[in-house]
DNA sequence: CCAAAAGTGTTTGCTCTACACCCATGG
DNA sequence: CCATGGGTGTAGAGCAAACACTTTTGG
């Protein structure tokens, strides 16, 4: 074991940017924090690393501690730790990035006891503590990048959807319509949900309903410069 | 200020996988372990972060430390912290992966002073500390990940070099042959290096010299799900 | 039977791939 | 003049983009 006294040590924190879309928006969680410093402002939802959790267990714990969501999918998305991010002194973010599908029940919206949890669209978003404003920057484009190589999108979905709840999501993401059927021949081929038994009747014709298949490879591999 | 004795905190390293091309293979530095754990054992360049120090100035020190070289090209690439993975305690280590151009005066190849550092064919490793073998497999898939859709490949080259170079450099690292035309063109078209009025003569036909071009954006838009 | 949303194919253009010969220099 | 590596174009195939109508249900 190396002890604390040999040499000064940075804290050591995680921090989470969920996205998930309601309303017809990408939102983003965010909290409001109730001590110093930037008492009052907006934050990711965070915190410190257990000497015994590995990184992405803290991030979703922090996730769990302030959705109650268990189960999104989590990826480590980049590393701050600037001196000087935070004014009480070296801290050393791991930042992950989390889709949390629209069904999740998602709990502290107002906020019941401690630190209050709000989502907020991306596209308007109050000031944030820290560089907590890089880090969603940053997180977005991640996200936008991996739909448009990837099939994730439906992370962000119940367990079941249609094609065109997808597409929704795609459009909403990527700020753009997209044609209908260019999309449903491309997500299909691309292998990663298939077609379940199941319709869904709204107004109009019922439409199929659709699921991640368990077997897929997430990365669908785009054209590369040397194939 | 957070003082080290409010919580226990883990320790922060970085480590580098510094990579080159030479005697027409892809090579990776490694450094011979002096002290426990691992004594005698072979690892990759790195160590603690300062406490006023940027991790990527951290890891550009490390590699000056045991190379010489101080403008290579260097990118984070993921941050390792299970508990567990280094038997003296908690020690997270952010990853950063480097490109070394092959004319770089890399000293130290031998050893003089303190540790010995010395370039291993990535397909030929000895055994790795930590998790070392784990970080150098990923930092391999993340290069020929970016090599497939950017132009990062004359970050392994001297200032100037020719097509023909560029191209071998590739299939290098890559591991198959690529079609001199077709690689032409695509680099080429990329647009991220640019022909100079210099030529280089060898055997044959002087080749002509191009350069990286400063003002090009590397990240080559590759064919997209949803463009 | 009308409104509303689901679902479905084809044509056109572009980009990737495969492939072979002439060019410029040094010895 | 010969050996060596540098440099160039094209035809065919496959993929992506654009685009409009028919189908199924509920009210």
């Given at each position: 074991?190396?002890?604390?006294?040999?040499?000064?040590?940075?804290?050591?924190?995680?921090?989470v940017?969920?996205?998930?879309?309601?309303?017809?928006?990408?939102?983003?969680?965010?909290?409001?924090?109730?001590?110093?410093?930037?008492?009052?402002a907006?934050?990711?939802?965070?915190?410190?690393?257990?000497?015994e959790?590995p990184?992405?267990a803290?991030?979703?714990?922090?996730?769990?501690?302030?959705?109650?969501?268990s189960?999104a999918?989590?990826?480590?998305l980049?590393?701050?730790?600037?001196p000087?991010?935070?004014?009480r002194?070296?801290v050393?973010?791991?930042?992950y990035?989390?889709?949390?599908?629209?069904?999740?029940?998602?709990?502290?919206?107002?906020?019941?006891?401690a630190?209050?949890?709000?989502?907020?669209?991306?596209?308007?978003?109050?000031?944030?503590a820290?560089?907590?404003?890089?880090?969603?920057?940053?997180?977005?484009?991640?996200?936008?990048?991996?739909?448009?190589?990837?099939?994730?999108?439906?992370?962000?979905?119940?367990?079941?959807?249609?094609?065109?709840e997808?597409?929704?999501?795609?459009?909403?993401?990527?700020?753009?319509?997209?044609?209908?059927?260019?999309?449903?021949?491309r997500?299909?081929r691309?292998?990663?949900?298939e077609?379940?038994?199941?319709?869904?009747?709204?107004?109009?014709?019922?439409?199929?309903?659709?699921?991640?298949?368990e077997?897929?490879?997430?990365?669908?591999?785009?054209?590369?410069?040397?194939?």
């Amino acid at each position: 074991m190396v002890y604390c006294y040999e040499y000064p040590r940075p804290a050591v924190t995680v921090d989470v940017v969920a996205f998930t879309v309601r309303q017809e928006r990408l939102q983003v969680l965010l909290v409001q924090r109730e001590r110093p410093p930037f008492a009052g402002a907006w934050a990711l939802p965070g915190g410190f690393v257990g000497m015994e959790e590995p990184l992405e267990a803290a991030a979703a714990r922090e996730l769990a501690e302030e959705t109650g969501v268990s189960d999104a999918y989590l990826e480590q998305l980049y590393t701050y730790g600037d001196p000087g991010r935070d004014p009480r002194g070296r801290v050393i973010t791991v930042a992950y990035f989390a889709l949390i599908p629209a069904d999740a029940p998602v709990r502290a919206e107002g906020g019941d006891d401690a630190a209050q949890a709000r989502w907020f669209p991306v596209d308007d978003l109050p000031p944030l503590a820290f560089d907590h404003a890089d880090i969603v920057t940053y997180a977005l484009r991640r996200l936008r990048y991996k739909l448009e190589y990837t099939a994730v999108g439906f992370q962000l979905l119940p367990e079941t959807f249609t094609l065109t709840e997808l597409q929704r999501v795609y459009e909403i993401i990527l700020g753009e319509k997209l044609d209908k059927r260019n999309f449903r021949r491309r997500i299909l081929r691309a292998g990663v949900i298939e077609p379940t038994p199941y319709f869904r009747s709204g107004e109009g014709r019922p439409a199929r309903l659709y699921r991640y298949r368990e077997d897929a490879v997430a990365e669908v591999k785009a054209r590369r410069l040397f194939p």
